[in-house]
């Protein structure tokens, strides 16, 4: 039976109930305030209301973090103290319940369970929105890896970003190791070696070295990070990238990894010796010489020299004990070939200078070869040509034609050395060291009826015999008074039954007053009686 307090009845007419103060301060202890409800105390009542409604605005919707520590410990002491001020009130004030005091306190500690299964309930929400935020970062980070691969500028403006995506994905799993994003992480890692790796799927192999030598070093960079079957993945597809782009552009000089270094091809022997590639690489370069070697002896044989040359620098630096070992001789014999017929073939192009250099370079380089000889001759008619184009318009002979001889007499009257260099029935180049106590003609017709002709001065001198013919000459004047003299080429014709003389000398000024000055144009021929 339900009683009502009767409105006029004093407080202390009630006689106390410790059971019926129990379940007062139980019902607000739930945080409903239905103790003071059921006390028909409104305002107490309202006030526990305005707390909860307080604590749920707070804590919904539900956070990673959960619910700020005061606000926790503030809620927690209104509840107290209404629980504390109910069971105080219910003493002595009768509850509008239709039970018992006893039974009414087993309601209030049977009411707990709402705050319990509340705060429960919330935890659980607050996990989820905990995991849920793991996820949108592990997503976050997924999206990050996918717009770096999507730049244009390829591994190298992307590699920033991946490096921030290797992080996020270590912080997931290292410090949520027990989440669903975690979780997920390997999956994730997957994508991103098959991300990163994209251009060797794309057969694109010079491009993926960068980016598969960097997914290689990941697990020495980034220690303790569990990267599983992903740690040994990138071997096979970096030794066969390094084979592809090293044989592809072995000859290139558009590769700067092509260098002394050996490049990609002694990376693949250096670091996997053992790999399928690597046991391909000899064969592979050696047929590439064999192809350039044939290309030799066709009608431009100077573009295969070069590959040659290329070939036989990477050769060299390819690790000692490998393939290269065998190699290196058969790249350098060609190179030693090659050179003499782009030399050639320069000369028959009319590439005079690059000519003269070619085979001067041949015949310093290999001076044992059978073609060195051959190579002095054909450099200096090269030499000749550049200045005199007549000299070059077939190759020199390679051997003396027989009969007589005519001696040539060649003497310096100039204050520097000279080279006299000839081309025609025979090839050949003296040297005269310069005249000591010769100085500069004033003039050529000052030094026309003297030059070489003092009795007291010591000339040096060479001699000729010279077989008839016409030859192309080039007189080189060297030394420090030779700055502004101008070497000077010319022809001359040799005859049966005469000698010759020449004599080389340097004029100082020109014959008009106010004319730059002008080097001497040398003498070639001066007949004397024949011989009879």
Known sequence: MTYTLPEDEPEDAVPPDSWRAAAAGLFNLSGLG??????????????????????????LPADPDGVPGGAVWAYGLVLVLAAAHGAWLGRRTRLTLPVRPMVAAGLGLALLVVPAGGAVGYEAAREEAYQQMLLDRLDKTDRLVTTASQRDGGFAEAKDDYERALKAYRALGDDHPGSRAAKRVPGSLDRFYDTVGAPYREKEYCEALEPLKYLWKLPDRMKG????????????????????????????????TSTANGGELAELLRDFADSEPAAKVGPAVSAKIADQSKALKGSDPCPANEKLQAISTTVGGLPEGSPGDGLRTDAENAVESGTYACGVDEFKDDKFGAAAATLSDFADTYKDNKNAKRAWQIAIA????????EAGKKLPPSRSPGGAKMPLEISNDSPTPVEFLYTGPVTGRITLAACDGCTKYSSRAAAQDVACKNSSTYYPTDFLNLPAGDYHTLIKYAGDDSEDVTNEADGMSIEPGYEYTNCAYMVSGSSYPGLPDFPTLPDLTEPLEPTV
């Open 34 to 59: 239905l103790g003071y409800v059921f006390m028909r105390r409104w305002p107490q009542a309202a006030l526990c209301w305005i707390a909860t409604g307080w604590l749920l605005v707070a804590a």
């Open 225 to 256: 990070m569990q990267f599983g079957s992903l740690t040994s993945w990138p071997e096979e597809p970096l030794a066969t990238s390094l084979y592809e782009c090293g044989i592809t552009d072995l000859g290139s000089d558009a590769v700067p």
């Open 382 to 389: 090269a030499e000749i040509a550049e200045e005199r184009p």
